[in-house]
């Protein structure tokens, strides 16, 4: 099987010269293969952050190979895989850390997978530190040419592949402990939870941050959230999203990435009456708006 497209995800940033070079790899291999940037802007060593982009942008990715490296163990005896998923629709190609999994199950699971040690299919290693160049940015164009999967090594079950690294939801006396998974550049604070989750704890509900409570309402987009409140959306992944109309809700209610909060029932409260916003670049410009 051939593949025209690899869609592209890194931690590498653009002040360097790697994502240019894994490109032109690329193309050295597989002139006819279109590389497709999903990012290159995760945090530097954070799989966790790779792998939610990844399982967000999953399902509508052009059918090919998906090469996500974020890769803080590169060097070490962590196994370089390539993981097909609907028999043979698509291929990922990563480091074995956790970085595909969510990615994987989003689109049915691992029909097959292999690892990555047949040196017909890499350049020679100057040294032990960029395996996007030399292992699997010439494994996603080699595949790209019509390789077979199982060319490129022994194969692995796809039950001993790292798991991911998502958060689990819980509750903890009558209040639901959930986790900012995600902070976008607007400011918009994306929750591990979808509506459903919430339908016990009422609309408008109680976000607890730290000692401070603060009364959310679900609206239906950015602009009917007025001025002044924080309030949430179903945000373009499906979740559960806290947003201000015109500024961040980050920002607002002092949340980062990873921070675990509680959601309560209101007890009568109103929506946004604890927070003073400052107004910024409008959210409506979001991603899905």
């Given at each position: 099987m051939r593949y025209s497209t690899i869609s592209?995800?890194?931690d590498f940033g653009h002040a360097d010269e790697f994502v240019g070079v894994v490109h032109s790899?690329?193309?050295s291999i597989e002139p006819d293969a279109t590389v497709i940037d999903i990012t290159h802007?995760?945090?530097p060593h954070d799989v966790r952050a790779g792998a939610l982009a990844l399982a967000r942008a999953a399902q509508?990715?052009?059918p090919g190979v998906?090469?996500?490296?974020?890769?803080?163990g590169v060097g070490t005896d962590r196994r370089a895989v390539a993981i097909e998923v609907g028999e043979g629709a698509s291929v990922l190609v990563g480091p074995d850390n956790g970085l595909l999994a969510s990615a994987v199950a989003m689109v049915g699971g691992a029909t097959a997978a292999v690892e990555l040690t047949n040196p017909a299919y890499?350049?020679?290693?100057?040294?032990?530190t960029f395996d996007g160049r030399d292992v699997f940015g010439p494994a996603a164009a080699h595949l790209c040419a019509g390789v077979p999967m199982d060319e490129f090594g022994p194969a692995i079950d796809p039950a001993t592949l790292m798991p991911g690294l998502l958060p689990v939801i819980g509750v903890e006396d009558g209040v639901l402990l959930v986790e900012a998974l995600w902070v976008d550049q607007y400011g918009n604070v994306q929750l591990?939870?979808?509506p459903d989750d919430l339908a016990e704890w009422g609309d408008p509900f109680s976000l607890i941050v730290g000692d401070r409570r603060t009364t959310i309402a679900m609206r239906p987009a950015y602009r009917a959230i007025s001025t002044g409140e924080v309030g949430a959306v179903i945000d373009s992944s499906g979740l559960v999203s806290l947003a201000v109309n015109g500024g961040s809700a980050a920002e607002a209610l002092g949340i980062s990435t990873s921070d675990e909060l509680r959601i309560d029932r209101t007890d009568g409260r109103s929506p946004g009456a604890s927070v003073s916003v400052t107004l910024g670049r409008s959210s409506s410009e979001s991603e899905g708006s």
């Open positions: 592209f995800l890194s790899v690329i193309r802007g995760i945090r509508f990715l052009c998906v090469l996500g490296v974020v890769d803080p890499q350049l020679p290693k100057l040294g032990g591990n939870i979808g």
